[in-house]
């Protein structure tokens, strides 16, 4: 009788370990199954445990790559807004009247946060609840580099005369940021009440509105 193949054995009894093709499968593994069970079930009610089971891997692979659970939602933040970080503190660095203006820079935003129906989750539950715990890695990584360009994309615009003179760029800020990310928030009642699905052309109308408005 002929001896089975080892290496068909091998492949044939794989146990959860790294998933194949490399490390940087692994890695992105993680995040994508991260986000996807954060989404479903929030932050305090996912285990390193069941995000390793979700990548077909271990929880010990977690500690190799991000050293917990929070570095990597941490991760998965920084993979999310990084280009959008940089795109928009190129916009706020541009100068003269051709420079990209308002629209360009909540285009930017609302993509980002579309692409990752996740986001607006993780910012309620981890970063604006009482003792958010990663509110200051937030800060730190996101909105402490964000913010002050924005701002600068504003009074630029109102000094041009495409803004009204009296408007306050840092209050004008507040109110832009909260135009661009609440639709996203308040999807499970707009969505089913007024049939709102940002997506395809509709989110680039809803773009062009919102910076009309």
């Given amino acids: 009788m002929a001896l089975p193949d080892p290496q068909a054995c091998k492949t044939s009894s794989r ?30 009610n996912v285990s390193t445990r069941k ?13 190799y790559y991000f050293g917990d659970k929070l570095g990597l939602y941490q ?22 009247n051709e420079a990209p203006g ?12 579309a692409a990752n129906p996740w986001f607006p989750a993780l910012i309620i539950q981890e970063v604006l609840a009482q003792n958010g715990r990663m509110r200051g890695e937030f800060i730190e990584r996101f909105a402490g580099k964000t913010a002050p360009a924005l701002v600068a994309v504003l009074r630029r615009e109102r000094e041009q005369g495409k803004l009204r003179i009296d408007l306050d760029p840092q209050f004008a800020a507040v109110s832009l940021l909260s135009l661009c990310v609440f639709p996203f928030v308040s999807l499970p009642i707009t969505g ?16 062009s509105h919102t910076a009309q408005l």
Wanted: hydrophobic residues 45%; aromatic residues 6%.
């Fill in 15 to 44: 146990r959860p370990g790294r998933p194949t093709g490399g490390d940087a499968a692994v890695r992105e593994s993680l995040l994508k199954h991260g986000r996807e069970l954060l989404l479903q079930y929030g932050f305090g």
């Fill in 51 to 63: 995000i390793a089971a979700a990548a077909g891997t271990t929880p010990a692979m977690i500690h």
């Fill in 75 to 96: 991760a998965m933040i920084e993979s999310a807004v990084q280009p959008l970080i940089e795109s928009v503190q190129r916009l706020g660095q541009a100068a003269g």
């Fill in 102 to 113: 308002l629209e360009a820079v909540m285009r930017e935003y609302m993509r980002m946060v």
């Fill in 192 to 207: 089913p009440v007024l049939g709102f699905r940002p997506d395809g052309d509709e989110l680039d109308r809803f773009i």
